[in-house]
Each structure stands twice: as C-alpha cells, then as structure tokens.
C-alpha cells in the first residue's frame, strides 16, 4: 500500500518571498509522484508531475518539485510567491500497477499576504 | 471542449435517505475516478472503472456505498441510509487509460453532500 504525508497543515508566507511545501511518502512498489492545486471553490488541477527521468520537474505558474528517492520525498517549491497562489495543495502518488487511483496527503494551505 | 461535470452540484438530505451522485466524463475517456474530500479524512479514493473490467471497489467506506458506469461513459455513485459522516465534497475525475505509461486524470467541480 502507499501513503503520503504532507508535513505542514498551513504554510503562511509573504508575497515574493520563497516557499517550500514538503511531501513525503512510502510505497513498496514505483510510484508516479503528483502535485494538484485547489484554488477557492474552484477543483483539482495538477500542478505538476514525475513519471521518470529527470529528478527536477517543472510545473505551472512557476512551480518545481524535485524527486528524492532516497528520502522518499517530492518537495514543491516555488522561488518567488504572489497572492495569486493561495490556495490548497495536494501531494499525491499513483503505483504504476493499480490503474491510475491516486493517494492523496491531508493537504497544505498555502496563505500568501501582502 | 467540455470537462468533467457533476451533478447536483449540492446536495442536502435527511439521515438514513438514499442519494444518488452523478458524474459525466470527458467524451472518450475510458477510466473514471470517485474521491471523496472531507474535513477528517481529506482526500480518499473510492472506486474506479476501466472500459469493460471489473471496477476496483477497494476504496468504498462500507457496503452502504455503490457505483455504477453505464455504458462505459456516466457513472452514478448511490449511498444508501445516509450518516452524518458521509457528508462530504465527492469528486469524480476520468482519464484516457492507454497502454503504459501515465494518464493526467481531470476532475470535476464536485458534489457537496451535506447529510443533516
């Protein structure tokens, strides 16, 4: 089976300034790696993902995650935040054996003022 | 093109009613996804249904939670004898599942149930 694990609940930060929303998760299969953001009232986009490869992934809206297998985590992080990116963001994964079904962590709110 | 969409958008019923959730996917999309997003529980996967195969039931919360696709494209998720806990926002995405590799699932904007 596999689990995720959103380390923060709330992540307020100020606009501009960096932001890091951490992930980690466990899985005793090869997992794909998601990124999915939900803005107010609004549904599930995906923000970014990793399938293989490369371990930095570059998303929308100026979003990059990095893969760490060692680790076991898919940090999100983004240099430089506006006002516009608060929302809620989901860290998920998918075993490449279960048909896709997605494993969500509890989410982190990401509250961005001025 | 049209997304996913579902219906009712909102939902308010009595304890122990029946409801029925419907979800239309993305034309051609051959894979469709039920989550459930509650407060305690965030986001959980329920069932999930690809073309003819049997569904994978291994996330429905208890036998009082059913699903069905007719044919290959709506799918209606029916709970029987609501609680409390069941209220919830429920999700329905769908994807194209070709052979190997991944398939961006898309969602729709929801059905909050609110069981009083």
Redesign the interface.
Known sequence: AQSVTQLDSQVPVFEEAPVELRCNYSSSVSVYLFWYVQYPNQGLQLLLKYLSGSTLVKGINGFEAEFNKSQTSFHLRKPSVHISDTAEYFCAVSASNQGGKLIFGQGTELSVKP | GAGVSQSPSNKVTEKGKDVELRCDPISGHT?L?W?RQSLGQ????LI?F?GNSAP?KS?LPSDRFSAERTGGSVSTLTIQRTQQEDSAVY?C?S?L?LAG?????F????TRLTVL
């Open positions: 894979a996804y989550y965030g986001l959980e996967f999930y690809q994978d996330g999700l995405a994807s599942r590799g991944f398939n961006e699932q969602f729709g904007p929801g």
